[in-house]
């Protein structure tokens, strides 16, 4: 076996593409910089308990563990960015009104998260702490299109929705249903849906969900046809309070009501940022108001992150430079 190679979907970022990554990740740094969010690194190894702790703990199968030979503990690889902001915000900061981080680093995933990308990507993240209102989901949204914006990407579309329509529906359904009709929601399998679905009190919704997806349009038929319950109701006020915010934003928008990726995670709003021509995003976020309880200090919070290998895909190649121009 040859030594120089790597494991599978573990690469080396070249000359020309090292620093065309660095100086996107020095403005979108900036850019949160500007708008008073504070930078944070948090280390890249943890105590395993620590690092699953909570909501953390979904990320236990994309977690690489091993054992500190100084204190003989579990120790985890970072596989997200998030839990770690949460837990300096709720034990160390401990501020009593808002707080805006920000960070950049990579993580380390077992599987990819899709057949071609990396498992080490490179995030870059804000994150707003201490705000339930939408005005927060409205911020960070405009912070994560003026980051994006300023790079020479294709044109953008944002693809938003809420788990809190899923969750309403599914009243006292167990956990074992609710993991069952996620991914049959994501393909949009309707009839499976309904099937796995019956006897739910609101079966045939859960159903209509596969066919609630288009343009912001989308969220008047949400209205019409989904069950007038409380939580429904928030969260479509939301959603329309979002889409209006936006309305005049350089991005195309969109709804999906049966995208519900991070269910388990997120609390609320959830959203992708996808570039034309690519079936992957390049960035994706959402409330997650829980994730700070299991720290003694649940907050409400909102962000994102950008993936900055999956974006430089989209990037021009840079132009090589000669060594004489260095010198």
């Known amino acids: 076996?040859?030594?120089?190679?790597?494991?599978?979907q573990i690469e080396d970022v070249l000359p020309g593409r090292a620093w065309q990554m660095e100086k996107v990740r020095r403005d979108l740094l900036d850019v949160f910089d500007a708008h008073g969010y504070d930078l944070v690194a948090p280390p890249l190894v943890e105590y395993l308990d620590s690092l699953l702790t909570g909501t953390g703990a979904d990320l236990d199968g994309q977690t690489f563990k091993l054992?500190?030979?100084l204190s003989g503990r579990l120790l985890?690889?970072?596989a997200d960015i998030t839990p770690q902001t949460a837990r300096i915000d709720a034990h160390l900061l401990a501020e009593s009104?808002?707080?805006r981080l920000c960070y950049a680093g990579q993580v380390l995933t077992a599987r990819p998260s899709a057949m071609h990308h990396s498992r080490e990507p490179y995030l870059v993240g804000a994150e707003l702490y201490g705000d339930?209102?939408?005005?927060?989901?409205?911020e960070v949204l405009n912070l994560l299109i003026e980051g994006l914006r300023r790079q020479s990407l294709p044109p953008l579309l944002l693809d938003f929705g809420h788990v809190g329509i899923f969750r309403a529906l599914l009243a006292d359904a167990s956990d074992d249903v609710a993991a069952r009709l996620l991914p049959l929601l994501a393909s949009k399998?309707?009839?499976?849906?309904a099937e796995v679905a019956r006897g739910l009190p609101?079966?045939?919704a859960l159903a209509g969900l596969c066919s609630l997806y288009g343009g912001v349009e989308v969220i008047g038929r949400a209205e019409a046809e989904l069950p007038d319950l409380p939580a429904v109701s928030e969260a479509l006020a939301t959603m329309r309070s979002v889409a209006t915010a936006l309305a005049d934003a350089p991005v195309a928008l969109s709804c999906d009501f049966a995208e519900l990726r991070g269910f388990s995670y997120h609390s609320g709003l959830v959203f992708s940022v996808y570039a034309q021509g690519a079936t992957d995003a390049i960035a994706n976020g959402g409330r997650f108001d829980e994730v700070g309880r299991a720290f003694g200090?649940?907050?409400?919070?909102?962000?994102?992150?950008?993936?900055?290998?999956?974006?430089?895909?989209?990037?021009p190649a840079p132009q090589p430079r000669s060594r004489a121009a260095r010198i």
């Open 97 to 99: 009104g808002i707080t």
């Open 76 to 78: 985890g690889v970072r």
């Open 202 to 204: 609101h079966a045939e």
């Open 132 to 138: 339930a209102s939408v005005t927060s989901d409205i």
């Open 1 to 8: 076996m040859h030594n120089w190679i790597l494991p599978d």
């Open 67 to 69: 054992t500190d030979p």
């Open 297 to 315: 200090r649940a907050r409400p919070a909102t962000g994102f992150s950008v993936d900055l290998k999956e974006l430089m895909r989209l990037l």
């Open 189 to 193: 399998q309707a009839d499976v849906v």
